[in-house]
């Protein structure tokens, strides 16, 4: 995973970067997870935003103000004109940080996904959508 996230970060200069505990309290440099984006790949069309927490992060926030940082980042260095997130569908967690950080939820864009076998209950996905903020 390590070396497809480095190759993406060469091609793209963007990925999925790692997020570590940092400031005055608690500067200890902790591995918190990733949150970054990626290009299109299938079965998208657009550019992607996603997170992956450690279990220990969970609820305190360094999911959404990642999120929002790589947001931030996005709309200053590319030009797309929205970014998604997907997730399964019984991730209620992600689906709140999505809704947190200004994204809706496109129920006619749910899907199976395909890297999943049929038998996984974790294939069915929601895909969720922000837009550019208008300058």
Sequence with gaps: ??????????EHGHTFWVMERRGERHGDGQFLGMCGFCPPRA???????????ARAAWGQGFGTESAR????????????????????????????????IGMAYAPH????????????RLRPHVLYRIARPKS
């Design 109 to 120: 864009e749910d899907f199976d996904h395909p890297a999943l076998l049929e038998t996984d």
């Design 43 to 53: 079965p998208l069309a657009e550019y992607e935003i996603g997170w992956r927490l």
């Design 69 to 100: 940082a790589v947001l931030d980042w996005a709309w200053a260095h590319r030009t797309m004109p929205t970014i998604v997130a997907i997730t399964t569908r019984e991730n209620a967690k992600s689906r709140a940080l999505m809704e947190r």
């Design 1 to 10: 995973m390590i070396d497809r996230m480095m190759a993406m970060q060469t």
